[in-house]
Structures are given as structure tokens and as C-alpha cells.
């Protein structure tokens, strides 16, 4: 791995060792923070949309859209925090703990970097590209000014993510939760009154949501960084591991670019996707983004799962401990297949329940709750595409998920998605189906590849 100095295996509170005592428990001790962390930002995005409900169909369809594009400028970040996680957890499993701590330095100098340049591109081109999707114009506007205030404090969202991910990767994920749980609380507390301009704030609108979001963001950064430079979590990196190392760098982005091309194709699908859905009108879009919201808080413990189970497999292959990484794997598929049977029931019995939580209007709740229907046939094996991806991108062995995702969305839900509306009776809802038909595949090809056990001899 390299020729940092070690450190023994010293248990106390941040120092578990992952590689040892039983699977399940370990993959539960991991899993619960991760999934609470995850569970925390989807709900804080929930309420901002009830409080953006509040402003109307246009405002509900300016930002649905607008996250649509932070979410592929988002995916590509996610793509980067593939590679450090990897080698950071690599490094533990091999009692590199110096090393570890250079990587992790090295991550948020790229992450930073990162983050400047989207913030000038994304101020730039907000406006430009939203114009390009054919939309009414109030809701242009609306998301426009949705977006450009998002991009302002992204350099802070940006360096706040690879933090969090970096302790996880390295066996803490109590610390990361703690720190969302308080921003959350926030961002939560301060949304209404910026949006609704309630007490002496101005009524802001969907610019109030978007700043509630950068407020917390940028306060979570000074926290982060202060307790990742005192060294209250596992990681300690030191003025020293902050000096540019290209080698470091470019093996983040060698594990990270096949990841990042997967995350970007896939949301860069999502917004073709969205394309087409635009000409079927305004209450289809904004359906589509009610489902969609609701959809991230669903599949959320499956991902938190997925990114614990990914840790696992990191660092036990890093102790040469393969069999174990594996055996964490299907216990996680496991898990979240339960969860998701449990979920999926829900939907089926109560879905225009949940869709009027967020909207009043009769005909959004109606074709908000069918497509939601529809999604529950992905539902019952997105277990296997979110885990497999995960654990299969934590042992660094990323250009196959790629390849898979790639697959799935451009030969598979992209195609089918133009055509079901075309030529059969499917209408709209032919689209939704294209997602189910999309992540079926994606399953089949996980599940194939997984058995193959070629992960396990990736190096990092």
C-alpha cells in the first residue's frame, strides 16, 4: 500500500476494528450512522420541497428541475470521493494510518479545487441551461434562481462530503452523523422563514431554500475541518499531508474517473430523461420530481448500506481478509431486500397518502401516486444494483460499474423510455416503467459480475 509508518490495532471509541468479530454486527454497528446521516439530508431536501409546495407548481418544477442538474454536477463529486474512499480504507485495513491521513488530504485539495471551478461554471451557465429544456418561463426563473445560489456555496458543500465520506472510509461514521444531525437541525430551523419570509426575514421564495442549504453547508465546513485537524475522529492529517503529492492524486482519480463517468452518464440520462417527459407538460414534471424526491429517501438506506458494506470490503481486503469482505456483501443484500419488500407494501397501499404531504393539487397527487406505484417493481432488486455498486466501487474496482451503468441507462431505460410512450398505450407512464426495466438489468449484470469474484484481487 506504501511506506507510511503503521499503527496497531488500539480499540477505542473511534477505532473499531472492522476486520474483526462478527460480520453482521459489524455491518449494523457501520451501517446505522451512515444510514441515519443519508436519511437526515433527504428529509432536510423534503421539507424544503413542503415549504417550496407552498409557492406553487412552477416553483415545485424550477427546483425539481434545478436539482436535476445539481444532481449530474453532484454525481460527478460523488465520483471523486469513489477513489479516496477506497485507498483510505485500504490503508486502514493495512494499519497504514499515516497514509491514510495523506490521502485524506489530498482528497480535499482536489475536492476544493473542484468546487471553485463549478462554482464559476455554474454561475455562468445556470441560466443557459435551463433555458435549453423548453420550460414555461416562470418556472425557468424559478429555478434559475434556485441554482445560482446553490453554485455560489458549492466549494463549501464540495470540501463538507469528502470530509464526511473520508471518516466513514476509515471506520467512523458516528462523528460524520453527529455533524449532519446539527447541520440538518439548521438548515431545517431557518428554511421557512427564508422561504415564506416569516418574523423579520423577506419572503426569498426558492432563493430561501437554496440559501437555508449553503448556510449549513458553509458552518459544517469549519466544524469538519477543525475536528479532523484535532483529531477527534480517526483521521488526523497534518499541515505536512496538505502538500500537493501528484502520485496521491493521480491514484484517487485513476480508482475515481470510471466512477465519475458512471455517476455523470447516469445523471446526464436523467435529465434526457427529463427531456422527455417536458412536452407531456408541466404537472408531469412536477410529478416525476415529487416521485424522484421521494425516491432518494427510499433508496437511501440501501445506498448507506451499500457505502457501509463498501468500507467493509475495503478494509478487509486490505487485512487479506477476501472471504470476509464477501460474506459482508450478502448480508447487506440481505438487509436492505427486507427493507425494500417492507417499503414497496407501503407504496402499494398508500401512496396518494404520502403524495399529499407535499402537494394539495388533485391532479399532481393522482400522477405523483401512480408513478410512485410503478417504481415499487424496481424497488424489489435495487438491493442488488445499490450494494453491489458500492462494494464492488470500495475495493477500487470501478471501470465494471461503470461499464453496467452505462449499459442500463443508454441501451436499456433511455430507448425504451422514447418508445413505450410511442408505441404502445403506456402514455407517460411508459417512462417509469423504462426506470424499472433499467434497474432490473443493472441487478442482473451485479449479481454476475459479483460472483466472478474478480474485485477482490483489484489493487488499489
Known sequence: MGDSESSPRVETPFKHDWTKGSVFSNLLLLSWPMVVMESLYVVSQIVDLIWVGRLGSAAIAGVGIANIVLMMVMSMTMGLIVGARAMIARYIGALDIAGANHVAAQAIILSTTWGLLVTVIGLLLAEPVLSRFGLEAEVVTQGVAYMRIMFAGWVAMEVLIMCLYSMQAAGDAITPMKIEFLLRVIHVSI??????????????????AALSNVISQCLGVLIVLWILLRGHTRLKPTLRDFHVTPSIIWRILRISIPALVMSLQRAFGNLILTWLIIPFGTLAVAAHSLASRMEMFIVIPGMAVGNSAGVLVGQNLGAGQPERAEKSVWLAVSVVEAFMIVISTVILLWAESIMGIFTTDPGLVELGSIFFRIA???????????????????????????????????????????????????????????????????????????KLGRWKYKRV
Open 376 to 450: 415499487t417493481a424496481g424497488y424489489l432488486v435495487i438491493a442488488f444494483v445499490a450494494i453491489f455498486q458500492s462494494s464492488i466501487a470500495g475495493a477500487g474496482d470501478t471501470i465494471p460499474t461503470m461499464v453496467i451503468s452505462i449499459v442500463a441507462i443508454w441501451a436499456v431505460q433511455l430507448p425504451l423510455a422514447f418508445l413505450l410512450p410511442r408505441v404502445t398505450d403506456l402514455g407517460v407512464y411508459g417512462l417509469r416503467w423504462a426506470i424499472v426495466a433499467a434497474t432490473v438489468a443493472a441487478a442482473i449484470a451485479y449479481v454476475v459480475y459479483f
Open 191 to 208: 428554511c421557512p422563514f427564508l422561504v415564506l419570509g416569516w418574523w423579520i426575514f423577506p419572503r426569498m421564495g426558492v432563493s430561501g
